[in-house]
């Protein structure tokens, strides 16, 4: 087998039916692949239908929400593939981006990670100049102000070269990479639940001298957030974990003495958004984004008073938070 596709879903089988027919059209390659959908105790019904339909493709469900990074694993775990990609179930692959991928990656043995252009419902680009989270990275406004005095050094690092160009990290939405690097890294770290765990494994690959890389020669289709946002209540679950996220990336990645100051000023930048926009809802209550804000701060005032009394920075939803 040269290629496994593994896709961690959570009820969203409308995304996933256009993604799994979009690999069915895939025939005309000389490239042995499976695809393995791991589901993620969506519970609603829907897991035996989809098994019947797409007969072909190899269905696992888990018994329980353990996030992205263990998803990924469980799938890993049963792939039978010497390369390993990553796919979101709300991306619509096309038939020739599969032997793009492949053939990028073998001719280019210093790449690690792979990934390809993405996107959205608009025809619109996704910007994938991406650097790795640091001080100045993590906080909106420094970055602002980071990136615009550096923005010459930073079109140098981004330069096309050979149909490639090299980001600090790529979204988990398409992720390439072989079997041996993802022993050597360990796989995914399941201290994140949801977010960041792809920034991590980049990481992780750069730090043992690999590349990551982005082949302007493919492109899928990708409508962000339809995985992980498709109501009001994973809404607002789901970006509260991206700030815990931010905190385990913080904890996992950062150097002692910039971990403090990165924690505390995470946690007042956060509390003064969140506070002002949870006010501001309360007269703009028609507006449902702005509402989703106060449902944040309360899931924060848990996560935090929980955070000091287990002494841990990981979300109550990681496999790892009991360990």
């Not at 995304?15 to 692949?33: A, G, M, V, W």
């Not at 493709?57 to 990553?86: D, M, Q, R, T, W």
């Not at 050094?153 to 490639?164: G, P, S």
């Not at 924690?263 to 703009?284: A, D, G, M, P, R």
Request: overall charge positive.
């Amino acid at each position: 087998m040269d290629i496994s596709i593994i896709i961690v879903n959570y009820r969203s089988w409308k995304p996933l039916l256009n993604c799994l027919e979009s690999l069915q059209t895939i025939e005309d390659t000389k490239i042995n692949f499976e695809v393995i959908v791991l589901d993620n105790f969506s519970n609603d019904g829907q897991f035996d239908y989809y098994k019947s339909k797409f007969k072909d493709f190899i269905f696992i469900e888990n018994y329980i929400n353990s996030g992205f990074s263990n998803g990924c694993n469980l799938g890993a775990k049963v792939a039978k593939g010497e390369y390993l990609l990553f796919l979101n179930p709300d991306t619509i692959i096309a038939p020739d981006t599969l032997n793009t991928l492949y053939t990028t990656y073998k001719k280019h043995p210093e790449i690690g990670i792979l990934s390809c252009l993405q996107v959205d419902k608009k025809n619109r680009f996704f910007n994938q100049k991406n650097l790795f989270p640091s001080f100045f990275q993590v906080f909106g406004i420094t970055r602002f102000f980071y990136r615009k005095f550096t923005s010459k050094a930073l079109n140098e690092k981004f330069k096309i070269q050979d149909d490639l160009f090299y980001p600090d990290w790529v979204s988990g939405a398409l992720l390439f990479i072989s079997r041996d690097w993802f022993k050597k890294v360990n796989g995914w770290n399941e201290d994140y639940w949801l977010y960041f765990e792809d920034v991590d494994i980049c990481k992780k690959i750069s730090q043992s001298k690999g590349k990551i890389a982005i082949t302007c020669d493919a492109t899928i289709f990708h409508e962000h957030g339809g995985s992980s946002r498709n109501n009001f209540e994973t809404e607002h679950i789901s970006k509260t974990e991206v700030i815990i996220s931010k905190h385990v990336y913080i904890n996992t990645n950062f150097n002692t003495l910039s971990q403090l100051p990165s924690h505390l000023f995470l946690i007042l930048f956060i509390f003064l958004e969140k506070t002002f926009l949870s006010l501001l809802s309360l007269f703009l209550f028609f507006n449902l984004k702005l509402k989703t804000n106060r449902y944040i701060l309360s899931n924060l005032c848990f996560y935090y008073f929980n955070a000091i009394k287990k002494r841990t920075w990981l979300s109550q939803s990681s496999v790892n938070y009991q360990k």
